[in-house]
């Protein structure tokens, strides 16, 4: 049987090797006031007090990398659980949605006649409004037309601009060839100056006058009956 000596002798090797107390008391089964008591005075080397360090940071990656992984589990269930809230649309319900968005997104008729134009830089949100357009409004491809409002910064990348908006809303390229350039300040806080940058997609309608007074007329339904 190993004598507390012999006991203390060990822990004190361990520690100089750079083992953490749960590492010696793992195979030394001391009380810890013990172990501590044992230890106080016993000085580490710089290689010793790295593997210590090395291994607090190894142990608080672990800690960090399970909790991600335990927030993205419940993410992915509670937006799961979310979606199959919504199910199918109906087309009333496309239809008030596409109201909605133009009631948040849209240029208003105000003291003045206006087109209808509605502007994001939301891909999905330029999805669903172009259906809006075609399913629940009946409107043509070819009274669609597109103008792109670019930071120059992105000059270099337009015809990926270009490119990017072509597969979004599954218009052809040559529907994206105006492009309105946006000035840089010299000190800016934006942070959408990257390769994901693809600037802001206005839609506009032609001959569409009238027909924004009749979606002010929806937005008034809207808000007057709720």
């Not at 710089?46 to 335990?70: D, P, V």
Request: net charge positive.
């Amino acid at each position: 049987m190993i004598t507390k000596t012999k006991e203390k002798e060990a822990a004190i090797s361990l520690r100089k090797r750079g083992f953490s107390y749960s590492e010696i008391l793992g195979q030394i089964p001391v009380a810890k006031s013990t172990l501590s008591l044992w230890l106080r005075s016993v000085g580490l080397a710089q290689k010793q007090k790295q593997r210590l360090t090395e291994k607090r940071l190894a142990a608080a990656l672990r800690g960090s990398n399970k909790k991600r992984e335990r927030r993205i589990a419940i993410t992915k269930e509670i937006k799961t659980k979310a979606r199959n809230e919504i199910k199918n649309l109906s087309n009333r319900e496309l239809w008030l949605i596409g109201i909605a968005l133009y009631w948040a997104e849209g240029t208003k008729e105000r003291n003045k006649s206006q087109r209808v134009q509605f502007s994001n830089s939301d891909p999905e949100m330029i999805r669903i409004f172009l259906k809006w357009l075609k399913k629940c409004c009946s409107i043509p491809n070819k009274s669609i037309i597109f103008d792109i409002y670019l930071h120059k910064t992105a000059k270099k990348r337009q015809n990926e601009v270009k490119k990017y908006w072509s597969k979004v809303t599954d218009f052809p390229l040559n529907k994206f060839q105006r492009i309105i350039w946006k000035k840089n300040k010299k000190s800016t806080n934006r942070k959408n100056i990257g390769t994901n940058y693809y600037g802001l997609l206005r839609i506009i309608l032609t001959k569409s006058i009238n027909f924004n007074r009749k979606i002010s007329g929806w937005i008034e339904g809207i808000w007057q009956d709720v």
